[in-house]
């Protein structure tokens, strides 16, 4: 969710106006992605190299995100949203350590849209916890080393009960990672736009979608070998025929 402090940049306004903005931009998102039927969304909300900008602005990031969990949780719940986090949530302050718990408390029954929060996250960091409960493992001898495999680190990774994602939206124009998730992304389409976090609704997410229908996900095969055998395009066409306006 890139471009908040730039979009208020523009309209002379404090960076966080822009966050603030975009937080609107998380509820339009949010709501869209359950009417589509979207099964996962993990929204980068803070990684762990924003600990590190002005002490000012992390402290207002995170009172709007105390204040966001605490407004939206209801919501949320009445609508069969399922709350989850990744990251180090342990460095976040306790308030909003807290109230983000009980979120993901209240709203683990749920089955619709799951909504995961990557606070404090980076894809480094994700992979260093990974390695260290592996070796620890290997270690006291309940996994063999022969036995580390792509599954088996998948399983160690914050990310263990999810899939990898179809897609990634960057937003603000920006053609980078940035430490996101850096082992799951290996075969996901990417789409970046130019608008700025805060001016992202529902119908740049229609267009992203539409965009990713337009490709052919390989997976490191040729072309026919996946027209035979179908690539996952499936889903996401059963998305697209609910996107309002879509054409196809
Ligand atoms: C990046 O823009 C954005 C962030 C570091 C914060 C994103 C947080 C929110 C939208 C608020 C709340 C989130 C939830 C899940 C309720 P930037 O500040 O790097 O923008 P710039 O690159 O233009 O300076």
Same mark, same amino acid.
């Given at each position: ?21 975009? !937080? ?40 709007? %995100?105390?204040?966001?969990?605490? #407004?939206?949780? #209801? ?26 718990? =009980?979120?993901?408390?209240? +709203? ?19 992979? !260093? ?7 620890? #493992? ?14 088996? *680190? ?14 990634? *939206? ?6 980078? *990672? ?15 736009? =130019? ?9 740049? %997410?229609?267009?992203?979608?539409? #965009? ?16 035979? +055998? ?19």
């Amino acid at each position: 969710m890139d471009g908040n402090g730039r979009w208020a940049q523009q309209r002379g306004m404090s960076r966080i106006a822009g966050h603030q903005e975009g !937080v609107e931009s998380v509820r339009d998102t949010v709501e869209a992605c359950g009417q589509l039927g979207v099964k996962y969304l993990t929204l980068y909300a803070f990684s762990t190299e924003n600990w590190k900008r002005p002490e000012e602005e992390v402290s207002l990031l995170m009172r709007l %995100l105390l204040r966001a969990i605490r #407004d939206e949780t #209801d919501r949320l719940y009445r609508n069969n949203v399922r709350m989850q986090a990744i990251g180090d949530i342990d460095r976040l302050p306790g308030e909003v350590r807290n109230e983000l718990l =009980e979120g993901i408390q209240k +709203t683990k029954e749920n089955n619709g849209l799951t909504l995961v929060l990557a606070l404090s996250y980076s894809g480094r960091w994700d992979l !260093v916890q990974a390695v260290r409960r592996i070796t620890r #493992d290997v270690a006291d001898g309940s996994i063999d080393h022969a036995n580390v495999c792509e599954d088996l *680190i998948g399983s160690y990774l914050s990310t263990a009960a999810m899939p990898d994602p179809d897609l990634l *939206i960057r937003t603000s124009g920006e053609f980078r *990672i940035s430490n996101f998730l850096l082992w799951q992304l290996a075969y996901s389409e990417m789409v970046i736009t =130019e608008k700025y976090w805060p001016s992202f609704r529902r119908g740049d %997410l229609y267009d992203a979608i539409r #965009d990713y229908q337009r490709r052919e996900r390989r997976f490191g095969l040729v072309s026919e070998q996946v027209k035979r +055998t179908g690539n996952g395009k499936g889903f996401m066409r059963r998305l697209f025929g609910r996107v309002a306006g879509s054409e196809e």
